[in-house]
C-alpha cells in the first residue's frame, strides 16, 4: 500500500494488465488521476473522448477511460462510491487566484502532477483535464456547475485494469472546496 500524503502527489508506471486500487482511507477525499501512455506521452487521457464514447459524463464502474487517439487506456473494474468528476480541470495557483481570491502559495494538483511526472519527461503544458476519482460535481437544469463535498466514505476505492502500458500521476487533491473544506491522505496499491 502506497500513502499520497495530504495536498501532495505521486507518478509511476503500471504495466497493460496490471490493476491500480485507488482509496479514500478516511473519507471525503478527491484524487486527481492523469494517464499517458508509456510509450508514447503525447497520447494522454481524454475528458472528451471518454464523455463521447461512454456517452456520459457520470463515469464509473463498467465505463472505460479513453485516450486523445481514441484507444482504451482503463477499464473501471469496481467503484464503491460511484461519483467521480471528468469535467473540471486540476486545481492549480490561478485556481486559488481566480476563484479563491487567493495571493499566497496554496499547493495545487496541477503543480503535484507535472512535479511528480517530470521525471517521465513530462511538463506543465502536457498535464490534459484529470479524472477526478471520488470527485462529486453536480449541475442544475440550466448547466450551473457546484462542487460539493465527496460523497466517498472511508474505505471506498475504485479498481482500474490498464489497458496499455502507462505511467499514471495521482494526487490527494489540494482544494478546500473539492474535499469539504478538509485535506487527507490517499492509498494507492498495483495489483497484478
Known amino acids: 500500500m502506497q500513502v499520497i500524503e495530504k495536498q501532495s502527489g505521486a507518478a509511476f508506471t503500471l504495466k497493460k494488465g496490471q490493476t491500480l486500487k485507488v482509496i479514500d482511507p478516511q473519507g471525503e477525499q478527491v484524487s486527481d488521476m492523469v494517464l499517458f501512455n508509456a510509450e508514447d506521452k503525447r497520447e494522454k ?24 487517439r481514441s484507444k482504451k487506456m482503463m477499464e473501471i473494474l469496481k467503484d464503491t462510491n460511484g461519483r467521480n468528476d471528468f469535467l473540471l480541470a486540476p486545481c492549480s495557483p490561478e485556481t486559488f487566484k481566480i476563484m479563491y481570491g487567493k495571493n499566497e502559495y496554496h499547493p495545487s494538483c496541477f503543480e503535484n502532477l507535472y512535479t511528480n511526472l517530470e521525471t517521465f519527461g513530462i511538463e506543465p503544458d502536457d498535464i490534459p ?31 482500474l485494469k490498464a489497458k496499455m502500458d502507462l505511467i499514471v500521476g495521482l494526487t490527494a487533491c489540494s482544494a478546500e472546496d473539492s474535499n469539504g473544506g478538509s485535506f487527507k491522505p490517499i492509498h494507492y496499491e498495483i495489483l497484478g
Open 45 to 68: 487521457i481524454s475528458s472528451g473522448k471518454t464523455l463521447d464514447f461512454e456517452e456520459s459524463i457520470l463515469i464509473t464502474e463498467g465505463n472505460f477511460l479513453w485516450s486523445n
Open 129 to 159: 483535464t484529470a479524472f477526478n476519482i471520488f470527485m462529486n460535481v453536480q449541475f442544475d437544469e440550466e448547466g450551473k456547475l457546484s462542487v460539493e463535498p465527496p460523497l466517498s466514505k472511508a474505505g471506498d476505492y475504485i479498481l
